[in-house]
């Protein structure tokens, strides 16, 4: 008989199990557990095997399992790739979906920091969001070897149902064209609220996306909206950017990637960003003339804290909302950096109030001292205002002390 594997073990192996199905055609179900939390766990992760199995219609096999210290969703998991690599395409067996992950999300919220966790790790999943991200992004695409692309489908739903992670917006970064397209039918069911959509090039690739989610959606009967994030990461995207950020009304920002760009264009990509400016701009620009959120790229040495400070100072400053993180680390120096200054706060305040006192008063015009204050204007001082008193910078009631 042939064996079937899936996912990881050895000495240095943690939050993981490794699982062998061997299909018979007779005998019942042989299961083999070799764990280090046998003694406690071990009776359950016994039963959780027979479960599923029985789920997926599985009468006859072998089952060994090395666990090193994996939780359900992950043991879930690996016996449901296991099997899938044996040819067979049985019923799923979906974990309990947890209160906490049933939470939603609104089309303009904060989208400071977006944390990548590759999609094959669950070890990265399980604390990930005790470190505050505005977003968490399990990732099928780059960070997932093509050899394990069916695994991580299966960990990333599984976690989607099981992971408790602390309001941080649920995001999924498919892979390109049709093997992305499945992706959506593994992950849509189980409340995403945004996807990010790879090296896009023209605004077809969104709107694709976007048909399959309304039918997935549809499917099941889930009346809920799905966000979109494309990533530009060519000359070419760059150049359709403005398409691109308009081709759905359920795209919520535009983010770039300058790994792939830089490449693109024929150089190296640098920490002063020359090469790269053209794009960034283009990007801000072409999302605040959609109406959504320009979101910055990566910063990738993540031993350079002051490196990543400046970077996200320069983005601040070209328009940008957000900006990606690899690493947990990062995630503090970033809000930190696109907090409102001082100076900033206290200009958003004083026309705030303007606006307000000129609405009250039922005028068309609002001005401060001798300037005239345009709707621009306004809904950026809103903005500012907005993220002080979410972060804590200032009272709700700051307009009694203003």
Same mark, same amino acid.
């Given at each position: 008989?042939t064996t079937y594997?899936a996912?990881r073990r ?5 939050? /993981? ?5 061997e ?10 557990l070799?764990?280090?939390v046998d ?19 599985? /009468?006859?096999a072998n ?7 994996a939780?359900p ?11 899938r690599?044996?040819?067979l ?7 309990e979906?947890k209160?906490y992950?049933?939470?939603g ?15 094959n /790790?669950p070890?990265f999943f ?11 992004i399990l990732?099928?695409?780059? +960070?997932?070897?093509? +050899?394990?692309k ?10 989607l149902r099981?992971?408790?992670f602390?309001?941080a ?5 498919i892979?390109?064209g049709?093997r ?13 609220h945004?996807?990010?959509i790879?090296?896009v090039?023209?605004?077809d ?12 959606l549809?499917e ?5 909206t ?7 990461e ?15 009304q359920n795209i ?21 960003g ?6 960034r701009?283009?990007?801000v620009?072409?999302?605040?003339a959609?109406?959504i959120?320009?979101i ?7 031993s350079d ?6 970077s ?5 400053g070209?328009?940008f909302d957000g ?9 503090k120096?970033v ?9 900033e ?5 004083k026309?705030v ?5 000129? /609405? ?8 401060l001292?001798?300037?005239?204050i345009?709707p621009?204007v306004?809904?950026r ?20 002390e203003?």
């Amino acid at each position: 008989m042939t064996t079937y594997t899936a996912g990881r073990r050895g000495d240095r192996v943690r939050s /993981e199990c490794f699982v062998s199905y061997e299909p018979k055609d007779s005998g019942g179900l042989t299961i083999a557990l070799k764990s280090r939390v046998d003694k406690l766990y071990g009776e359950s992760i016994r039963a959780l095997v027979t479960d599923a199995l029985a789920v997926m219609k599985i /009468e006859h096999a072998n089952i060994e399992i090395e666990d090193a210290g994996a939780l359900p969703f992950v043991i879930a998991a690996r016996i449901e790739t296991a099997v899938r690599r044996s040819g067979l395409n049985p019923p799923p067996y979906l974990p309990e979906m947890k209160e906490y992950s049933r939470y939603g999300t609104t089309p303009d919220r904060f989208r400071r920091s977006r944390l990548y966790l590759p999609g094959n /790790e669950p070890k990265f999943f399980i604390n990930a969001g005790l470190h505050s991200p505005d977003g968490l992004i399990l990732d099928l695409e780059d +960070s997932v070897a093509h +050899s394990e692309k069916d695994a991580a489908r299966a960990i990333v739903r599984n976690a989607l149902r099981q992971v408790n992670f602390y309001g941080a917006e649920r995001m999924v970064r498919i892979n390109q064209g049709e093997r992305g397209l499945e992706d959506l039918e593994w992950i849509i069911p189980h409340n995403v609220h945004v996807v990010l959509i790879p090296k896009v090039e023209s605004p077809d690739q969104v709107i694709a996306v976007d048909k399959k989610i309304q039918v997935i959606l549809k499917e099941h009967n889930i009346d809920q909206t799905v966000y979109l994030m494309p990533i530009i990461e060519s000359a070419l995207g760059g150049i359709k950017a403005y398409e691109i950020a308009t081709a759905s009304q359920n795209i919520v920002s535009l983010a770039l990637g300058l790994e792939d760009y830089t490449a693109d264009i024929g150089t190296q990509r640098t920490l002063e960003g020359k090469e790269s400016f053209w794009l960034r701009s283009v990007i801000v620009n072409a999302a605040r003339a959609a109406g959504i959120q320009p979101i910055d790229t990566v910063f990738s040495d993540v031993s350079d804290m002051e490196g990543l400070k400046e970077s996200v100072y320069e983005a601040k400053g070209l328009g940008f909302d957000g900006k990606g993180c690899i690493h947990p680390r990062q995630i503090k120096v970033v809000h930190e950096a696109f907090a409102p200054a001082a100076k900033e706060i206290d200009k958003a305040q004083k026309i705030v109030t303007a606006f307000e006192k000129a /609405e009250a008063q039922g005028l068309g015009v609002v001005s401060l001292g001798s300037k005239m204050i345009d709707p621009p204007v306004v809904k950026r001082a809103m903005k500012t205002v907005t993220m002080a008193e979410t972060l804590g910078i200032i009272k709700p009631d700051w307009r009694e002390e203003v």
